[in-house]
């Protein structure tokens, strides 16, 4: 039997996005957890088995993920409205989770006297590099003095090659590349030859540089599957292949090219061919932003309250405060968004057919 086709899959009433999203938020949670408690990546888990954390793995879903509903976005709904949709998405959220964890959390945990640590400069640097540059790296005053990590907000800095990511499309559909659709395919080709030659120089890849090729490349590739959604097929035996390919690659520089596509591909067949088709794994409510943006900073708190406490102790805890916190981020500041959101759009169709 032939697989479904991608545009099959879309056409089926349920998809399992919703549920994919909330548990690569989860993974990423999971990953961190180690790390956090010792100070030493390795401990996270797959670190030294595939060479990447279970959070980077994680990572390499959403840039999948989003670069497939994104390009869908742009596409049915045109330039004006997809800035709109990006802009609430992404900006109420974050702005709330600086704030909250600033001047809400920064203020319960600092070891200054309240007076200094809002007298001090560094605190309001710290919103100002959050919110401007996604800056994930900077300490609050006197907050997790004696945690291995310091900085509150470790999970931002994928922001910024969203945005870039995000951006970069956007410039794709004003210049009427995207209706040249073999133009995915060749970028997604020449980022990973780009990513595979960089594994060639001597000495180890600067992370940098493979962050600054690997997320694009695996957005690029989410992109270029929508845009053959008519010919490109889910098939399950395709995306284990290419896993097992992966896998045989390992230790060659053809191996990080070929692992993300192969994520992107597996993770991008979860969401529209799941094993189990049910309404309930696309969820009204998505928990998903709020997990990737609180979960560090409550295990940050957790690690800071119990130190002696082992990574598999607060492993638990550290989930559950996570989503009841994304719980209050969805009800209160990311549903309103998507809200105001719907009015925007509502009044440009109304002032459209206002005009015919």
């Known amino acids: 039997m032939r697989a479904a086709t991608v545009a099959a899959g879309l056409a089926r009433p349920d998809n399992a996005f919703g549920a994919v999203r909330l548990a690569l938020a989860l993974l990423v949670v999971v990953s961190h957890g180690f790390s956090v408690t010792t100070g030493a990546v390795l401990d996270e888990p797959l670190t030294r088995l595939t060479g990447y954390t ?11 993920v989003s670069g497939f509903l994104v390009t869908m976005s742009l596409v049915r709904r045109g330039p ?46 710290f919103i100002q590099g959050t919110l401007t540059t996604f800056k994930s790296n900077a300490a609050l005053p006197g907050v997790f003095p004696e945690n291995p990590f310091r900085f509150p907000m470790g999970t931002v800095w994928t922001l910024k090659y969203e945005v870039l990511c995000y951006l970069g499309l956007l410039a794709a559909g004003l210049l009427g590349t995207l209706r040249r659709r073999w133009l995915a395919p060749l970028l997604v080709a020449g980022l990973a030859l780009a990513l595979a030659l960089a594994g060639l120089r001597a000495g180890e890849m600067p992370k940098a540089l493979e962050t600054s090729l690997r997320l694009p490349l695996i957005f690029s590739a989410g992109a ?53 088709r049910h309404p309930a794994l696309d969820p009204r409510a998505d928990l998903s932003y709020g997990t990737y943006l609180y979960g560090w900073p409550v295990q940050q708190s957790l690690h800071a309250l119990y130190p002696a406490a082992s990574a598999w102790w607060l492993l638990g805890p550290s989930l559950l405060l996570t989503l009841a916190v994304a719980a209050l981020s969805w009800r209160l500041v990311e549903r309103p968004a998507l809200g105001w959101k719907a009015k925007v759009m509502a009044r440009r169709e109304q002032a459209g057919a206002a005009t015919v």
């Open 80 to 125: 004006r409205d997809y800035l709109v949709a990006r802009a609430l998405r992404i900006l109420p959220g974050l702005v709330a989770a600086t704030l909250v964890v600033a001047l809400g959390l920064g203020s319960l945990m600092t070891r200054l006297p309240l007076s200094a640590y809002w007298a001090d400069p560094s605190l309001w640097r």
């Open 224 to 276: 270029a599957l929508f845009l053959y959604a008519d010919r490109a097929r889910l098939s399950w035996p395709m995306a284990l292949g290419l896993l097992a390919l992966a896998g045989f690659l390992h230790g060659t520089a053809l191996y990080p090219p070929a692992l993300f596509l192969a994520e992107a591909y597996a993770v991008l067949c979860l969401g529209l061919a799941p094993p189990l």
């Open 54 to 64: 279970l959070g980077e793995h994680a990572v390499n879903g959403f840039f999948a």
